[in-house]
């Protein structure tokens, strides 16, 4: 059974970082293409950023680029986001997920991922 787990949320200030961990177990992690997905109260879910399941290719949001990076270690089975120049509106809980398909790319669309973490969030204050 595959399993995520989401670690890093909390309180940030505008201008500052965080870095999300996404631990996953279950089935061979380096053959899937994992995503950062969040959603703020009220607004449906939308997509971050995702990296390929050998972590050459990425895709990120307009809304992040250039502040958050995706990045990935196949020996520990992580997915990292790491966020910068954080403001307000990246408050939200954040979700990590595992694409259907094995050797797969990146994708912006939540219907192409199985599995899902159960959210971590991430609070900043101006």
């Known amino acids: 059974q595959v399993q995520l787990v989401e670690s890093g949320g909390g309180l940030g200030q505008a201008g500052g970082s965080l870095r999300l961990s996404c631990a996953a177990s279950g089935r061979p992690f380096s053959h899937y293409g994992m995503g950062w997905f969040r959603q703020a109260p009220g607004k449906e879910r939308e997509f971050v950023t995702a990296i390929s399941w050998g972590g050459s290719s990425t895709d990120f949001a307009a809304s992040v680029k250039g502040r958050f990076i995706i990045s990935r270690d196949n020996v520990k089975n992580t997915v990292y986001l790491i966020m910068s120049s954080l403001k307000p509106e990246d408050t939200a809980v954040y979700y990590c997920?595992?694409?259907?398909?094995?050797?797969?790319?990146?994708?912006?669309?939540?219907?192409?991922?199985?599995?899902w973490g159960q959210g971590t969030q991430v609070t900043v204050s101006s």
């Open positions: 997920a595992q694409r259907r398909k094995a050797s797969s790319g990146t994708s912006v669309s939540d219907q192409d991922y199985e599995y």
